[in-house]
């Protein structure tokens, strides 16, 4: 894919915002790169586009995965690939890709390293696999996993610490439904889907005092869209806790208040600093992870004269 427009950044820094500008201004589209924004009934927690943001540009990849599903940086690149596939970006009968720019814009920094440097595939998971594997987790505990892991997979047992549940969990299952270790599998590097040359690369850097004020009042509005009724309609699902839409920051502080644990000031006020820690990581991560390529950018910093 030539051409893409990349645009990362912690939560509430804008950069949807900027997303859209520049897709209506350059008549493009515009992909969601953020993990939680592609869960369904998480509209307002997850801060997904409005319906009025979406009227104004094509959207997609936003509100398309069950809440039940544990959504993964490799599945999130198949869809991307299926759009691709299905010609979605293009408009001419040989495949090859319109000026329509295509922006990926988000906060999951390992969907954009996915889509820039390509990921290592995975083999597919019987949900009985599965299953078995999270049963034990929970019976046995972290711990006893890891000692099996071992076992059976020295060398990825190696590499994980015992008290890791959810990665030695991924490496048991890996190896129950293939045979092979998940090392043997991350070995193998996929394609980029962008090309390095012709995309350009931004990242929001917001002064932090600012962002702060950002959440807190996004937060509040939250409240006034309905997001008590959101959390409310996630819980009747009956989900597993431990499944990644379940950990949307704001539910399990909401759910907290609503089952009386919590005041509602407080679960508010604990939802705000879950979010400012979480935008604090995401900051931390871009600024370790992300190459030269990427320009820095501040809120307000004219995009269109970089492209």
């Not at 979605?88 to 814009?105: A, H, K, L, Q, Y």
């Not at 379940?246 to 006020?269: D, N, Q, T, W």
Request: glycine share 8%; aromatic share 6%.
């Amino acid at each position: 894919m030539k051409n893409a427009i990349l645009i990362a950044g912690p939560t509430a820094s804008g950069k949807s915002a900027l997303a859209l500008d520049l897709a209506e201004r350059k008549g493009g589209v515009i992909v969601n790169t953020d993990s939680m924004q592609g869960y369904s009934v998480l509209d307002v927690l997850t801060a997904r586009p409005s319906a009025a943001e979406l009227a104004r540009a094509p959207h997609y990849l936003y509100g398309h995965v069950h809440p039940s599903t544990a959504y993964s940086t490799g599945a999130w690149l198949r869809d991307v690939m299926k759009l691709i596939d299905a010609g979605t970006f293009s408009e001419r009968p040989d495949g090859t890709f319109s000026e329509r720019p295509v922006i990926f814009v988000g906060g999951t920094g390992l969907y954009f390293r996915a889509l820039a440097e390509g990921i290592s595939e995975m083999p597919d998971i019987p949900r009985s696999i599965r299953d078995r594997w999270r049963y034990e987790l929970q019976e046995q505990g972290a711990a006893k996993l890891h000692r099996i892991l071992l076992r059976e997979d020295s060398a990825a047992g190696m590499v994980l610490k015992p008290t890791d549940g959810q990665r030695i969990v991924r490496a048991l299952e890996v190896l129950d439904a293939s045979g092979r270790s998940i090392l043997d599998w991350q070995a193998m590097r996929g394609r980029p889907l962008i090309d390095r040359d012709s995309a350009r690369f931004f990242v929001i850097v917001p002064e932090r005092a600012a962002l702060v004020s950002r959440i807190e009042a996004r937060f509040d509005r939250m409240l006034d869209m309905g997001a008590v009724d959101e959390v409310r309609r996630l819980a009747a699902l009956g989900l597993d806790a431990d499944l990644p839409a379940m950990k949307a920051i704001g539910v399990r502080e909401l759910r907290a208040a609503m089952a009386g644990e919590l005041s509602f000031p407080e679960a508010i006020e604990r939802a705000k600093i879950a979010t400012r820690q979480y935008a604090k990581r995401q900051a931390t991560w871009f600024r370790h992870q992300l190459g030269l390529e990427w320009q820095r950018l501040r809120p307000g910093d004219d995009v269109e004269s970089a492209i």
